[in-house]
């Protein structure tokens, strides 16, 4: 049995423990050791959880520990899952009992699939992707590493997100579209062309967020 610990006890970190039995696995081949997190006060007032055993920086891995990432900033998310990889630390993927996922999906190392989440056919996902409830994922997508798809994404066939990605919460990106490195797409916005690397993007059609600022300034004058 594996005892697996989580980065970040904040409010990620406590869904991700609370929902615990949706989780293929569990009590069968790991069970939850505790949190890592720099803020032992996380925790306060809250009942239920397993402890705060120390931060991402002083852990010292034990045998038979396995690691997840529950923070969803994805360049928090590279930062701290880096330092146990530097380690050697072990991660594993957590993927919801709810989730549809075709058999022609490829799935990478510490990835958490979230419930309600539908992935289609030839998908190609990397290691330490989020891929949060009711999200939808077209055919021949590809998601690039500690990318976030957050609640009710989606992405159409042929599209591409690279690595270190955000896509916020209701944000589509429409078939054949790619998503830069470390580019934000905000909520609600649609994708009807190429973002580039680090741009955030929001709106329907997306654009970059500095443009979406001279039109509000342009409109009051």
Request: glycine share 8%.
């Amino acid at each position: 049995m594996k005892n697996l610990l989580i980065i970040g006890a904040r409010g990620l970190g406590r869904e991700m423990y609370s929902l615990r039995e949706d989780y293929i696995g569990y009590n069968e081949t790991f069970v939850y050791k505790g949190y890592l997190d720099s803020d032992k006060t996380l925790l306060d007032g809250y009942e239920g959880y397993p402890p705060i055993l120390s931060s991402v920086e002083d852990y010292e891995i034990q045998e038979n520990d396995v690691f997840i990432c529950a923070l969803g900033d994805p360049k928090a998310k590279q930062k701290y899952i880096n330092i146990i990889r530097e380690k050697q630390g072990e991660f594993i993927s957590l993927i919801s009992k709810t989730a549809t996922i075709s058999p022609h999906v490829k799935i990478g190392t510490g990835c958490i699939i979230f419930s309600q989440s539908l992935i289609t056919a030839d998908i190609k996902i990397g290691d330490f992707v989020s891929v949060f409830p009711c999200v939808v994922i077209g055919h021949d997508a590809i998601i690039e590493d500690f990318s976030v798809l957050d609640s009710h994404a989606f992405m159409g066939g042929f599209s591409h997100v690279k690595k270190v990605a955000l896509i916020s919460t209701g944000a589509k990106i429409m078939p054949h579209k790619t998503v830069g490195e470390y580019a934000v797409v905000n909520a609600g916005s649609i994708v009807a062309r190429d973002v580039p690397d680090r741009t955030t993007v929001m709106g329907v059609p997306a654009i970059e967020s500095r443009s979406w600022l001279k039109m509000i300034l342009n409109h009051k004058r």
